[in-house]
């Protein structure tokens, strides 16, 4: 199970933070924070795996980790995931983010994070992988970004929005 | 009132702040905003405010005052509504809080909307946040929608599914049913949630695993489909169709075929043809074979199919790539308890990996290499542990050194290398061993006699290099006060011997006591070694000043350390001599069972008042009267001198214990006073009087039956022990080959005149039905005028209920035994 996705970029600003536990708010914080450290220290070329602080749950949990530009992709998982899964979904995750925002930089993720929160949905559920195919990933995502364009636009031209239609 | 501004504008603004204050200010501003916006209830832009609360929420800011319109926005009609108000309540709700449960209403309704849209937003909601209350009320409705046929929906039921068991495990049985058909569908997405639907299911509960077992070969053809189905663009990564897919199949079938012969027989053939098919080149093959050889390592397969498996490993390990390594070893050390052998022909590797610069890698490998230690490459990988431990990181120091005594004492080649490879510790990493390696290592080194003054002398010269490493310089401060005597005279052997003289020897000792680097354990330590040298140096002078100093120090320990000094060296002199002699050799605290009387006497020593001793060993003395009743005249029996040795004095009012023990050192005929119980505290002086002997060297003399009747048989095994020719150490084995355990088992033994015997304690006096274990019990006997040894036996038990006794007489010892 993956306990907690947080996106930072390279001074330890969050840029994304999900967690499939529950933690207090102040937690979350210190949790982002003490990633940020950990991860931080890493050279460039060793392994991308870390065992994860004392705050996220100790020996059991480990820190998978990838560092695109200026951002570092972190996913906090236990045992029961595979590893070298874990590196390739990150790499699935950066994909789609690439393809929905046309050449993906640190400043969409910035302006839109609802947006990738929402693209994230779509992939991890509870914190199990639910979809790992981009394309159908990308493809459920437009179909829910188009109805809510179309509330919006029918909102604005008076019309009474017809629920009903069944994107497949 | 205004339209609140836009969340991009937040940002923007946000953005623009240089200092955490100016931040703080802007958001504090935005916030104040917000409130008096939910305040007025303000339908159309509340979407707008709660997405800009989630946003400073990341940032760290409290964010509680938007549950209740998270709720709010999920009630209302719009999805853009919808959607950010799921978001917001995941993000900000959960269960502790009471709000919660007002969303379980909506989320039902939800659960039936006709968007399929909407309803993938309820579920998601539900299986990240759900609480166990909520799972209860909806379980109905998610088993509905895993039955769908609506892949979108069908794959976030399931996940859903997974959630509501974890949180209710007794619903689990309600999706038994809906899971029948899950495996038949075609898309990808639905199969990959369902098998963690079941992986989650039969790791919950035994009854669902020997359910789902008939559920293999299914598995085995999709796994089948996916490998020989040639390029298949939508679900293809680097060249692999479905890598995801295939991983979690494989951890399936690893849960299934786990105790079960023919689930795993029906998986050989697949995951032999996964193993060798798949292209490594890339990282998703390796991922995949990763998981095929975890696989193959839990199932009960085939032997050829591991060795494949481990060869695998092998190759991982020399792999470039430094994740792939990290995994290999991970998985090598799962498997090193069970395929042992396969494991070493890889050690160089491993060893290799202690170089390696990262820490979770080094990690790794060390513990590896700590389990793959045996007898035969003990000294190539000590050299490179002890390489590693110079230059680790502190952390791994701790570990490492613990690493290195255990394996040292299990499979040391020699007592020399084995006191070698602890000073290199001590030396080397000396502030991080653990606190009983002091005790430990003086053990060892009180029991290899003759390596005693190599010790000493390799330990003194480490003392002028270096005293800040606290157990070193203890170990060293014990040694120089027991062999002092020995690094002056120059007697080593094994190395070159340094010149070095009393008051040398006494100058590194003050300077002990007085350096700022030392402890009060130190210190204490310290004193007691320059009082103990008083007896083997000449300048007793010396010592005598140095002892009454310490008598005003302020350290209470030390203070009352060298005032019972002084009294000894003013009112007992003449006891001196005696408390102050060699130690005795320690036995190890594993040995013979019952008397084992481990009185602890904490860590500083013996004080002139001390009346704790472990109670004589009284057995072995009623025996010998025993003995004497029974057999008269004939044969004089044993002197039983089994008293433990202890603080005690040769006169005077002090504890008169050890009537009939000589105490100064007497001639060899004495019988040497046994230990049978462990000293703990090597720094208790005792008495002894002479060093005993340790290292049994088994002298190849063949054992014998001494008695074998009713069932009940007796074995002596004989070692001859060094250097004393003439005591000759035997130990009884019984064995008792009846169906019933014979209880209060007593052995005696009695020897003619010109012997002298002791008997140790036995291992237990009950021994065991059906030859399942035996009873042990030593025996020494000192035969100084090599005559035939002869004994007589008697023994007492009791078998059945009823109370057993014979006498028998042993005359067939082996002529070595005594010549």
Not at chain 1, 21 to 29: C, I, K, L, R, V
Not at chain 1, 37 to 54: A, I, P, T, W
Not at chain 2, 66 to 82: M, N, P, V, W
């Amino acid at each position: 199970m993956i306990r907690a996705i947080l996106i930072f970029n390279n001074h330890g600003k969050p840029r994304l933070s999900k967690f499939y536990e529950h933690y207090t708010e102040d937690t979350e914080q210190q949790i982002i924070r003490e990633t940020f450290h950990l991860v931080s220290k890493r050279d460039e070329n060793v392994c991308n795996f870390l065992e994860g602080g004392m705050l996220i749950g100790g020996s059991d949990y480990k820190l998978i980790y990838r560092h695109y530009a200026t951002l570092y992709f972190v996913f906090c998982v236990d045992s029961s995931e595979s590893e070298l899964g874990i590196l390739d979904l990150i790499q699935v995750f950066v994909e789609t983010l690439d393809k929905c925002f046309e050449n993906v930089c640190e400043l969409d993720l910035i302006f839109h994070v609802d947006k990738v929160h929402n693209i994230l949905a779509e992939m991890v559920m509870g914190g199990m992988v639910l979809e790992t195919n981009m394309n159908e990933i990308i493809m459920q995502v437009d179909a829910q970004n188009k109805m809510e364009n179309t509330f919006l636009w029918e909102l604005f031209i008076g019309i009474k929005p017809e629920i009903g239609s069944n994107f497949k | 009132m205004p339209a609140p501004i836009r969340l991009r504008e937040l940002i923007r603004t946000i953005r623009t702040a240089r200092t955490q204050a100016e931040e703080r200010e802007m958001i504090q501003k935005e916030c104040a905003a917000i409130r008096s916006s939910f305040r007025e209830e303000d339908n159309t832009y509340r979407c707008r405010n709660v997405a800009k609360l989630l946003y400073m929420h990341m940032l760290g800011y409290p964010a509680h005052f938007g549950q209740l319109e998270c709720l709010k926005l999920i009630a209302s009609q719009k999805f853009t509504d919808k959607r950010i108000g799921y978001l917001g309540a995941m993000l900000l709700l959960d269960e502790r809080q009471d709000v919660h449960l007002l969303m379980t209403n909506c989320i039902k309704n939800d659960l039936n909307h006709s968007t399929q849209y909407v309803q993938g937003l309820a579920l998601c909601t539900l299986g990240c946040m759900g609480s166990s209350e909520m799972c209860r009320d909806l379980a109905g409705e998610v088993e509905k929608l895993l039955k769908t046929s609506n892949s979108y929906l069908r794959k976030k039921a399931a996940l859903c599914a997974v959630h509501v068991i974890r949180k209710v495990p007794e619903l689990m049985e309600m999706f038994l049913p809906a899971t029948k058909n899950l495996l038949s569908e075609k898309n990808h997405g639905v199969l990959h949630t369902s098998v963690v639907l079941l992986t989650e299911m039969c790791e919950r509960s035994p009854d669902m695993l020997s359910h789902f077992r008939k559920l293999v070969p299914q598995l085995v053809r999709i796994l089948k489909n996916l490998i020989m189905s040639g390029y298949s663009p939508e679900h293809d990564v680097s060249g692999i169709s479905d890598p995801f897919l295939q991983v979690r199949i494989l951890r399936l079938l690893r849960i299934l075929g786990r105790s079960d012969d023919d689930s795993s027989e029906a998986m050989n053939d697949i995951l032999a043809q996964v193993a060798t098919n798949t292209e490594t080149s890339k990282n998703v093959g390796n991922a995949i074979l990763y998981e095929t050889v975890l696989t193959i390592m839990d199932i009960k397969s085939e032997s050829g199919l591991r060795v494949l498996a481990i060869n695998i490993l092998g190759r991982f390990l020399l792999n470039n790539d430094k994740n792939i390594r990290y995994v290999a070893l991970t998985s090598l050390l799962k498997t090193v308890q069970t395929d042992h052998n396969a494991v070493q022909r890889h050690r160089s590797t491993i060893v290799d990996c202690l170089k390696d610069l990262d820490v979770s890698i080094k990690r790794r490998a060390m513990e590896l290499s700590f389990a793959l230690v045996n007898g035969n490459n003990i000294r190539g990988m000590m050299k490179e542990l002890l390489y590693f431990l110079d230059s680790c990181d502190p952390e791994f120091k701790a570990d490492c050194a613990s690493g290195v005594f255990l394996a040292a004492e299990k499979y040391a080649p020699s007592k020399r290398w084995h006191i070698d490879t602890i000073m290199r510790v001590l030396t080397t990493a000396g502030s991080y061993v653990r606190d009983d390696s002091v005790p430990n290592l003086i053990q060892l080194i009180t029991n290899s006699v003759e390596m005693h003054a190599y010790t000493v002398q390799r330990l003194y010269k480490a003392l002028l290099d270096d005293i800040s490493q606290q157990p070193l310089v203890q170990v060293a401060s014990w040694c120089i006060g027991e062999y002092g005597d020995l690094l002056v005279s120059g007697q080593c052997e094994e190395e070159e011997p340094i010149q070095v003289t009393e008051d040398e020897v006494l100058d590194v000792l003050e300077g002990l006591l007085v350096s700022n680097l030392s402890t009060p354990v130190t210190r204490g330590y310290s004193l007691t070694a320059i009082m103990k040298l008083s007896t083997r140096f000449s300048s007793v002078n010396r010592i005598k000043k140095v002892v009454s100093i310490y008598g005003s120090s302020i350290d209470v320990e030390l203070q009352q350390r060298a005032v019972e000094y002084n009294a000894l060296f003013k009112k007992y002199d003449h006891m001196r001599p005696a408390l102050l002699e060699r130690m005795p050799i320690m036995e190890k605290t594993a040995s013979n069972g019952p008397t084992e009387i481990v009185q602890t006497n904490g860590e500083t020593e013996p004080s002139m008042g001390e009346s704790k001793h472990p109670p004589p060993i009284g057995q072995p003395a009623n025996q010998a009267n025993d003995l004497l009743d029974l057999l008269g005249g004939n044969d004089v029996p044993v002197i039983q001198t089994t008293m433990p040795t202890k603080t005690a004095s040769s006169g005077g009012e002090l504890l008169d214990l050890l009537g009939d023990l000589s105490l100064s050192g007497g001639p060899a005929p004495a019988p040497a006073p046994s230990v049978p119980t462990s000293q703990p505290t090597f720094l208790l002086d005792g008495i002894s009087s002479q060093p005993l002997f340790n290292d049994i060297a088994a002298a190849g003399i063949p054992p014998m039956t001494a008695y074998n009747k009713n069932g009940l048989k007796i074995d002596f095994t004989f070692e001859r022990a060094n250097p004393n020719p003439n005591i000759a150490v035997i130990t009884i084995h019984a064995s008792n080959s009846t169906e019933a355990d014979m209880t209060d088992f007593v052995f005696q033994a009695a020897v003619p005149k010109t012997f002298q015997l002791q008997l140790l304690s036995p291992s237990s006096n009950v021994v065991p039905a059906l030859n399942q274990g035996t009873v042990t019990q030593v025996i020494r006997v000192l035969n100084p005028q090599k005559q035939q040894l002869r004994m007589r036996v008697k023994l007492t038990y009791t078998h059945k209920g009823s109370a057993f006794q014979d006498l028998s007489e042993v005359n067939n010892f082996p002529p070595q035994s005594w010549q």
